[in-house]
């Protein structure tokens, strides 16, 4: 893909664009993706000039305090109001425009960054935030909360591109279960029940992890000890439980057992034959 003429956002405070053209396939190959790979546009990145610009005067608004030397809304409406009608003065077509737009903001938006309305009134407002702040609010200070913004924009896709990159080694993994991973060894379990299962001494305790479809037909990930499997002949729906396998990476029982195995630091055990 070639990049693009422009940059996706035109810089606002800041002298210099803060993204480059095609950023995004740029973090996505980073992360270990093909930067062609498919990763939907995280909810928290703006889709365009429009949205950011939103975006970046709510962050203002929110900013507030020492940074901006506003500390409360009614300081802010107070600002606003007594810096409109002499800024209408460069709006000779529309002298009204800055009064109205900042008459149209309420408090509690002003109050807690959150601009209210459709996505046209909303990006009037906006303007008329950043407006004012050019104004009246010291420029390095809006330079910051700006590069913030372009940080944040870009963490956001790397999380995105990250999770993307896990989904795709979770779902791998359910296809073809690796003969060991991080210590832990495929077991050949003789049990109908147990679509893959794994074995390893976990902390001092011979263990072993699985997945397994339980009575309800629901898919499980669950760690037993080596004793309690083999006392009920591999049999996981039958054998006390040891620990629940967790994990924030995906969902489904594999996802679960993939990231169990890779959290436990576990030494490799001999094969064993159930």
Not at 85 to 114: C, H, I, K, T
Request: with cysteine; aromatic share 8%; net charge negative.
């Amino acid at each position: 893909m070639l990049p693009t003429a422009e940059p996706p956002f035109e810089p606002i405070f800041v002298e210099e664009p803060l993204l480059i053209p095609n950023y995004q396939e740029t973090i996505i190959s980073k992360v270990g993706l093909p930067f062609y790979a498919d990763v939907d546009r995280p909810d928290e990145v703006p889709a365009d000039e429009q949205e950011r610009t939103i975006d970046l005067a709510e962050r203002i608004l929110r900013a507030g305090g020492v940074r901006t030397g506003f500390g409360h809304h009614e300081e802010v409406r107070t600002s606003m109001e007594s810096w409109a009608p002499d800024a209408d003065e460069d709006r000779d077509a529309d002298p009204g425009y800055w009064r109205s737009s900042v008459l149209l903001m309420s408090p509690r938006e002003m109050n807690f960054g959150q601009l209210d309305g459709g996505p046209e009134e909303k990006h009037r407002k906006a303007k008329t935030v950043l407006a004012w702040a050019a104004d009246c609010i010291d420029t390095d200070v809006l330079q910051e909360i700006e590069q913030s913004q372009a940080e944040d924009i870009k963490q956001a896709w790397r999380d995105a591109a990250e999770a993307e990159l896990t989904q795709r080694k979770i779902e791998q993994f359910a296809e073809e279960p690796p003969e060991e991973l991080d210590g832990w060894q495929r077991l050949d379990a003789g049990h109908d029940a147990v679509e893959v299962a794994y074995v390893a001494d976990n902390h001092g305790t011979p263990s072993v992890a699985t997945v397994f479809e339980a009575a309800d037909g629901e898919l499980k990930a669950h760690e037993f000890t080596l004793e309690a499997w083999d006392e009920n002949d591999g049999n996981p729906r039958e054998a006390r439980l040891n620990r629940y396998c967790v994990t924030t990476d995906g969902d489904g029982a594999y996802a679960r057992l993939r990231s169990h195995l890779l959290t436990f630091e576990a030494e490799p055990m001999e094969q064993l034959e159930v």
